[in-house]
């Protein structure tokens, strides 16, 4: 009888992104089973973009239900285990309602010990490990206990456009010419990250502008209004303003069929890596921000940091540090120099 899986990562997009791993192993360890995601409803385009994950459960409806009636739809999602990789109580209680007959949760988190029947120890504030592996930790109880490699981790971040981007968007792209990259640039991070600055990405455009690439500005529509005269300034420098225009099951398509993002560790970056495409990550060299923790997962994903290590200015000012900020846009643009135009994922 095959097994079924209830991955619970109910935070925001580039954890889920980094949660995948954990799907993808399942498939290995278990070739039969049935891996369903637990997580808000802004994360379900992801679950449908992977192959790893069969069906997902939405949080968002599962809380507007009774308790009764929560408990009733988490039973019938027929799991026999859940992971609690992003540690919630009340869900950690409904699980154990609902009859899970494995819940695995970390070994710090008290309410794991009421209601979970397999613990691990597990801390990822100190840790060398990078989320993705830490993400697989959980696996331990199900006989997986040890860490994989990360270039082999990386192989199980995917994703595939479940949607077909519209043709307006795929003429827009396709007006590229030989040599030319189309670059999606993503200023914003939501307060997920350390930002790397407006001004840094508009001399970053011009200069990839200059170079003869097309330029695309990305953002949540509220960004979009944010960067309203950041993008009336810069407009001569892009190929076109997407903020606020694609909801995510097309922004993943749209990601398929550039060729790269450039970001710092946000939602977007994490997307485009996993779908294949050239990524450069802009980091902090703090814990835990730093990219030893949280660098993007993929074929062509690459990160620049500065080398401060232990910069003292970042912990006790955050919001003044330049470490950051001391990565120039002409490093930036040398690095992208490098990317090869890719054609559109399955084309």
């Given at each position: 009888m095959s097994r079924t899986f209830l991955i619970s990562r109910t935070d925001a997009i580039g954890d889920v992104v980094l949660t995948l791993p954990v799907a993808g192993r399942l498939k290995q360890l278990f070739p039969d089973c049935r891996v369903l995601l637990l997580g808000h409803n802004y994360t379900r385009a992801v679950a449908e973009a992977c192959p790893w994950i069969d069906d997902f459960v939405s949080l968002d409806e599962l809380q507007q239900l009774p308790p009764n009636q929560q408990v009733a739809v988490l039973r019938a999602a027929g799991a026999d285990t859940i992971l609690h990789v992003f540690p919630n109580k009340?869900?950690?209680?409904?699980?154990?309602?609902?009859?899970?007959?494995?819940?695995?949760?970390?070994?710090?988190?008290?309410?794991?010990w009421l209601t979970c029947n397999r613990l691990v120890r597990l801390s990822r504030r100190h840790s060398p490990l990078h989320e993705s592996q830490l993400n697989l930790a959980l696996l331990a109880p199900l006989g997986d206990a040890n860490p994989l490699p990360l270039p082999e981790v990386a192989t199980l971040v995917k994703l595939m456009p479940a949607v077909p981007l519209?043709?307006?968007?795929?003429?827009?792209?396709?007006?590229?010419?030989p040599g030319q990259l189309n670059v999606v640039l993503h200023p914003r991070s939501r307060g997920s990250a350390r930002e790397w600055g407006l001004p840094h990405f508009g001399q970053l455009a011009r200069l990839l502008q200059q170079a003869g690439h097309r330029v695309f500005i990305s953002g949540t529509a509220i960004e979009g209004e944010e960067l309203r005269e950041w993008l009336t300034e810069h407009q001569a420098y892009l190929a076109a303003d997407l903020t606020g225009q694609l909801a995510l099951p097309e922004f993943l398509a749209f990601l398929a069929a550039a060729d790269g993002l450039v970001a710092g560790s946000t939602g977007p970056l994490h997307l485009a890596a996993a779908l294949g495409r050239h990524v450069l990550g802009i980091y902090p060299p703090i814990r835990p921000m730093h990219p030893g923790r949280w660098a993007p997962l993929g074929p062509h994903a690459e990160y620049l940091v500065f080398d401060r290590p232990d910069c003292q200015d970042c912990r006790a000012q955050p919001a003044t540090c330049t470490c950051i900020k001391a990565l120039e846009p002409a490093l930036v643009l040398a690095r992208v120099q490098q990317w090869q135009p890719l054609p559109p994922l399955g084309s």
């Open positions: 009340d869900l950690a209680r409904l699980a154990l309602l609902a009859g899970i007959k494995v819940r695995i949760g970390t070994r710090n988190r008290w309410f794991h519209r043709p307006e968007l795929q003429e827009l792209l396709a007006r590229r010419q």
